[in-house]
């Protein structure tokens, strides 16, 4: 009698939804601002202040009053950035100031020190076209007192600390991003510095995917090689629950004898499916094990990095608190003939490239099989091929998922931007 996985076979969009369904944000916590960055934030902020919060310079020059016009001023005194002296622009006078600075009391619109000529107590202002209000930025011109600067929910990237710092904010609560645990299973596998002994090969699928978990801005935890034995695998198991947020582990999910990986997670909680109807990939596993998320990759290096593109990114994006989880997808032309199984959903690796008429077009990085894993060495799309059809031709249009910068013209250039 063949054997049969107990597991049924479910399609990609209900393993998605019962993934959607048992991952959520993680708690906040608060951080220092350079640790904030790629943090999805917390809570709403708001400027007690405005920006800026004293009428200043645009530039290095001269205070003055804008309605006389060009001419002499005797100079009476130099405003510096950083502090407020005792100045006041009263007809006839003008006083130096640099950028940035206060300007004093009375000034109309500051000149800049290219158009005026200073010596002996005096500036001569050059120009007559001094309109009021020249090179002042008034108070709030940035941000007003009160007003909403970053609201919750917000990616935060560069802008975003510079506007935390800006508004005061030297910690900041934001969603915790998840600690992921991963690891290698199988007798076979040996760390990349070991000779392999005869039947044994190296370790590719933790490199991969603890890069992988780095990329999706979360920490991998390494838990090393585990071998197909029982009690070194619980044990390890039962580590990367107790340190981690969510457990990734590669190997052992087949229907081997020795594959003790989805009957160990069952045994501790509930596993939610055990087989998905795509390739590469279908023994993919999803468990929750204490309130844990556990993804369980296939083998194949392929088979292992393409499931956590397609199940287990999305859902450390969202318990890092982000809406936007999943890659973008676009129709794609391809630009050969593809094989395919008909049965299965398949991803095939492509590298996809802007032509100068806007359309897409992927090429096929070569041979698909699981193990290559030069196949997604260099891809930056995958192309869903569904199940049904068991050819696709040249010409024919796919859709595609977009894993990182679409090749053009322009991004081959050696020059970014051209003068206009
Ligand atoms: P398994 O899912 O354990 O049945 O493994 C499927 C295939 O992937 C076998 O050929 C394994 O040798 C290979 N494999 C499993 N784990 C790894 C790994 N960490 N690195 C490279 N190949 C692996
Ligand atoms: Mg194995």
Redesign the pocket.
């Known amino acids: 009698m063949p054997v049969e996985s107990p597991y049924p076979m479910i399609a990609i969009e209900e393993a998605l939804e019962l993934i959607r369904r048992h991952t959520r944000p993680l708690p906040a916590v608060t951080v220092s601002l350079p640790e904030a960055l790629d943090h999805i934030l917390a809570e709403d902020i708001t400027a007690a202040e405005p920006m800026p919060p004293f009428a200043a310079a645009s530039v290095d020059g001269y205070a003055v009053i804008a309605a006389e016009g060009p001419g002499a001023r005797r100079l009476v005194g130099d405003q510096a950035a950083g502090y407020v002296d005792d100045i006041t622009i009263e007809p006839g006078t003008a006083a130096r100031v640099t950028t940035g600075a206060p300007v004093p009391p009375g000034t109309t619109a500051v000149v800049m020190v290219e158009l005026t000529e200073a010596g002996n107590g005096h500036v001569e202002i050059l120009t007559a076209d001094i309109p009021e209000g020249a090179n002042i930025r008034p108070v709030g011109q940035d941000i007003e007192a009160g007003q909403l600067v970053l609201p919750k929910g917000k990616l935060l990237g560069p802008a975003e600390l510079g506007l935390l710092g800006t508004v005061g904010r030297a910690t900041v609560p934001v969603i915790r991003r998840p600690v992921v645990a991963v690891m ?3 007798d ?2 040996v760390e990349p510095n070991e000779p392999p002994a005869p039947g044994q ?1 190296r ?4 490199f991969a995917l603890m890069s992988a978990v780095l990329q999706a801005g979360c920490a991998p935890l390494d838990l090393g090689i585990v071998r197909d034995k029982a009690g070194q695998l619980e044990e390890t198991i039962e580590r990367g629950l107790a340190e981690a947020d969510v457990l990734l582990t ?5 229907m ?1 004898q020795l ?1 003790l990986v989805k009957p160990y997670l069952a045994s501790r909680g509930t596993v939610h499916f055990g087989r998905v109807n795509t390739k590469p990939g279908k023994p993919v596993t999803f468990a929750v094990v204490d309130g844990k998320p556990c993804f369980a990759m ?4 392929v088979s292992a990095l393409v499931s956590f593109e397609v199940f287990v990114r999305p859902a450390l994006l969202r318990m890092a608190g982000h809406t936007h989880i999943y890659r973008q997808r676009e129709l794609a032309v391809l630009a050969q003939d593809l094989e395919h199984s008909a049965a299965r959903t398949e991803f095939q690796r492509v590298v996809l490239r802007r032509e100068k008429d806007g359309l897409l077009l992927a090429s096929t990085t070569g041979f698909q099989g699981s ?1 290559r894993l030069l196949s997604m060495s260099g891809a930056n799309g995958l192309v869903i091929l569904p199940r049904g059809q068991d050819t696709y031709r040249a010409g024919e249009k796919v859709e595609a998922l977009l894993l990182g910068p679409v090749e053009t013209e322009s991004s081959s250039e050696s020059t970014p931007i051209q003068g206009v």
Do not use: K, L, Q, W
């Open positions: 290698s299973t199988g076979e596998i090969i370790d590719a699928n933790r590669s190997g052992g999910v087949s081997g594959d296939p083998g194949f290096p193990g």
